[in-house]
């Protein structure tokens, strides 16, 4: 295993958490990736409660991740590809406000860092559609039951993980070679 030696987090909304999670699994100097839930205000919310879409909650990832490996802006170029930003409460089939599209920063740098990629984007032309992200700041996460972490992996037959989520983590591995890891 490599040794991580600048540690910092980042923390990405954008549909199904198992989806995000998939890939940025695989993502050279990210050290460690759990799927759970920021957003609302209750505490200690479940599965049960966020995905009935009225907690305020949005299923989200937590990465720990080296940034002499890999920078904010680098994880932020990923989670801006491998899901549509411009997708108000939803992703594909996935649909209400736990699928939003949420950068949750834990400090100013990354404030400023998630909305100058939106400004960016959006002057790009890249998109038909308004990106709806939202930069907010972290108030809380909770991680999610233990069943939900590194699923693609435990559930590869699952059909949600062979048509939704094997194709994203395709495309990530052809678009980010040199930080994809194997």
Same mark, same amino acid.
């Given at each position: 295993?490599?040794k991580?030696?600048?540690?910092?987090?980042?923390?990405f909304?954008?549909?199904?958490?198992w989806c995000?999670d998939?890939?940025f699994?695989?993502?050279?100097?990210?050290s460690?990736?759990?799927?759970g839930?920021?957003?609302?205000?209750?505490e200690? %919310?479940?599965?049960?409660?966020?995905?009935a879409?009225?907690?305020?909650?949005a299923?989200? =990832?937590?990465?720990?991740?080296?940034?002499?490996?890999?920078?904010?802006?680098?994880?932020?170029?990923?989670f801006?590809y491998i899901?549509? %930003?411009?997708?108000?409460?939803?992703?594909?089939?996935?649909?209400?406000? @736990?699928y939003?599209? =949420?950068?949750?920063y834990?400090?100013p740098? @990354?404030?400023?860092?998630?909305e100058?990629?939106?400004?960016?984007l959006?002057?790009s032309g890249?998109?038909?559609?308004?990106?709806?992200?939202? =930069?907010?700041p972290?108030? @809380?996460?909770?991680?999610?039951?233990?069943?939900? @972490?590194?699923?693609?992996?435990?559930?590869?037959?699952? %059909?949600?993980?062979?048509?939704v989520?094997? %194709?994203k =983590?395709?495309?990530?591995?052809?678009?980010?070679?040199?930080?994809?890891?194997?």
């Amino acid at each position: 295993m490599a040794k991580y030696n600048k540690m910092e987090t980042a923390y990405f909304a954008g549909g199904c958490f198992w989806c995000l999670d998939a890939v940025f699994r695989r993502v050279t100097g990210v050290s460690a990736c759990i799927s759970g839930y920021a957003g609302g205000t209750k505490e200690s %919310p479940s599965y049960e409660e966020v995905s009935a879409g009225s907690s305020g909650y949005a299923e989200t =990832v937590k990465l720990e991740y080296d940034r002499t490996v890999i920078t904010y802006d680098d994880l932020l170029s990923i989670f801006f590809y491998i899901h549509n %930003p411009t997708e108000l409460n939803r992703q594909g089939h996935d649909i209400g406000a @736990q699928y939003r599209s =949420v950068v949750f920063y834990a400090d100013p740098e @990354q404030k400023k860092a998630a909305e100058k990629i939106i400004e960016t984007l959006k002057a790009s032309g890249d998109y038909d559609k308004p990106i709806v992200t939202e =930069v907010r700041p972290l108030n @809380q996460f909770y991680s999610a039951e233990d069943y939900h @972490q590194d699923y693609f992996e435990h559930n590869l037959s699952d %059909p949600y993980c062979a048509f939704v989520i094997a %194709p994203k =983590v395709e495309k990530f591995k052809a678009a980010f070679k040199k930080f994809y890891k194997e």
